[in-house]
């Protein structure tokens, strides 16, 4: 009788285990696609033209005490 019982529930277990472990694995995010415009005179996929980023505000850099050295032995 233990022994029908003991079967039974490292059966259930394993099972279970089997389960979780198939599922935990190869999880990743599914990359999303733009939509590709067509041109309207030819009806091919035309390309993007790239467009100018507007300029970055400058930060003053802060000189590191090996700078400041450099810039007092010239």
């Not at 285990?17 to 190869?26: D, M, P, R, S």
């Not at 995010?29 to 067509?38: H, V």
């Not at 030819?42 to 993007?48: D, P």
């Not at 790239?50 to 700078?67: E, M």
Request: charged share 40%; glycine share 6%; proline share 3%.
């Amino acid at each position: 009788m233990a022994d029908i019982v003991k079967e039974l529930v490292s059966g259930v277990v394993e099972s279970v285990l089997k389960e979780i472990l198939k599922k935990t694995t190869g999880r990743t995010a599914t990359k999303r696609k733009k939509r590709q415009t067509r041109s309207p005179t030819t009806g091919r996929f035309a390309r993007k033209a790239a467009t100018a980023k507007p300029a970055r505000k400058q930060v003053s850099k802060r000189r590191t005490a090996a700078g400041r050295s450099r810039q007092r032995s010239r």
